[in-house]
């Protein structure tokens, strides 16, 4: 039920509960005297006391994710705990096995060591075992130990890309990818009944599950096995002088990404050392998002220092890859994840085409809000695209569903995620790192950089061109406010798109129609063959704006959808 009040659209959900009664719970449970003090200074700012308690923070079919501190909206020890018991319970009841297991990583982010082994005792106190990586470790070695260890689960302690001042909880399950519907639900079921601290298991009380670290075994298993992915070693040969900037934006691929390199014959590769320090303050960046220009301004800074071909930079949780190369003009420009998605999947399509190795089974995977432009191209060697909700846990599904009757090459997601082979079920930037850098050799060996390669790739194809844009509303007003602008665009749908007619409307919100899970995404369409797509974020306070045009006038068309959805 929902009602207006003060013209925003509000929930009953966040509405009805007295924050401060919730914040007195605090006060008088049994929480740490640390805590108790937090709450109280808190309670001299009743804004900034709401915010922390007006509701719990939503255990969501991903996991957690929130800014950290006191209070139920907030990522904290407490909380933690208490999702790991849920999970712990889901387990506990519905997988039939002596050897239950659960992989755990984490990443830069501060916190993030601290909820990892409060993550892993709390497991084991359940009679779990734990394997947990010994130092800061990124998503995909994650999902590859789940994968190597045969185990139960996994949890990774990362807010991705977000600001410093949040922090994050990913549940994996065995295939190595996040958790989907149904799992993803009745785990969250199990979350909700945890309601207070004493519920949460830290002593075992019969068999305790053990806590066991991975290290250099993993991480060399996994370096092989990213070996067996590349296409062209003589190109790499004949190019490894080329110059390569790698930055981690003080986050967990710091030691992966440059060994991999090294393994792959890259001899000059360049580090940013402010950058190489792991710190979840990110000092140096305005955010650690790749998909933001300044985060990679110091690396490119470095590139024209020292003459450098490729600029390679990876998010905290090292799953998303931003790159910047040389233009004609001999000057670093960014690609956005579209165009990185693209040309990989040329790079890679075209070279197992030359190499016998396509046939029907093969096939790629894009998500609903992600260039049109892969398709094309898997078209011309004919592969099969599944197209997907937003999310790369899609992704993983379909590589899950087609096992032992199809071969997943690669895919990817215009927010600069991708991936290549069936090894890691999540987004990949040190794969994805490999396979830029073996393409940029490739790429040289015909006299082109990588810039030219897209430019080939624009004039076989066609021009394609997108955008994003996001607006932050942030709080429960802002909650409200997004939900009102969905809700209004379902109602009153525009009537054209940059001067031409809407033909076609998807409304996500009714699988009955698009045949994909139920997703909060509308869609809409011209006879050009431009289109908008409108979600709100799953992990941010966010309504998002994608943009998609083609054509020779596709920038104009571009700059005039903006206009007419961002006022």
Known sequence: MQRIENNNLLTD????????????????????????????????????????????????????????????????????????????????????????????????????????KITAEVLSANGIHVYIYDCLHPVPLLSYAVRKKHATAGVMVTASHNPKEYNGYKVYWSDGAQIIAPVDKDIVAEVNAITDPSMVKYRADGREGGIETMGDEMNNAYMDDVLTLMLSPESRARHRDLKIVYTPL???????????????????????????????????????????????EMAVAVADREGADLVLATDPDADRLGIAVRDNDGRMVLFNGNQTASMLTYYILRRWSELGRLDDTKYVVKTIVTTELIRAIAGKYGVKVYNVLTGFKYIADIVRRNEGSGEFICGGEESYGFNIGQFVRDKDAPISCAMVAECAAWAADQGKTLYQLLQDIYSEFGYYREALVSLVRKGKEGVAEIAAIMSDM??????????????????????????LPKSNVLQFFNAAGDVVSVRPSGTEPKIKFYFGARGADADAKIEELRRQFVK
């Open 13 to 116: 959900n966040y509405m009805e509960r007295d924050f401060r009664q919730v914040a007195q719970s605090w006060l008088d449970g049994n929480y740490d005297e640390e805590t108790k003090a937090q709450v109280r200074e808190l309670m001299k700012d009743p804004a900034a006391l709401e915010d922390a308690f007006y509701r719990n923070l939503e255990f969501g079919t991903g996991g957690l994710r929130g800014v950290m501190g006191v209070g139920t909206n907030r990522m904290n020890k407490y909380v933690v705990a208490m999702a790991t018991q849920g999970l712990a319970n889901y387990i506990l009841k519905n997988v039939k096995s002596d050897n239950l297991s659960v992989c755990v990583s984490f990443d830069s982010r501060n916190n993030s060591d601290v909820f990892a």
């Open 250 to 296: 003080h986050g967990s691929g710091v030691h992966i990404v440059p060994a991999i390199l090294r393994r792959l014959g890259f001899e000059n590769i360049y580090h940013v050392p402010e950058q190489d320090v792991s710190d979840g303050n990110f000092p140096t960046v305005k955010s650690p998002n790749p998909e933001e220009h300044s985060a990679l």
């Open 490 to 515: 379902r109602a009153n749908p525009p009537k054209e798109l940059a001067g031409q007619p809407v033909t076609k409307v998807i409304d996500y919100d009714r699988p009955e129609e698009t045949g």
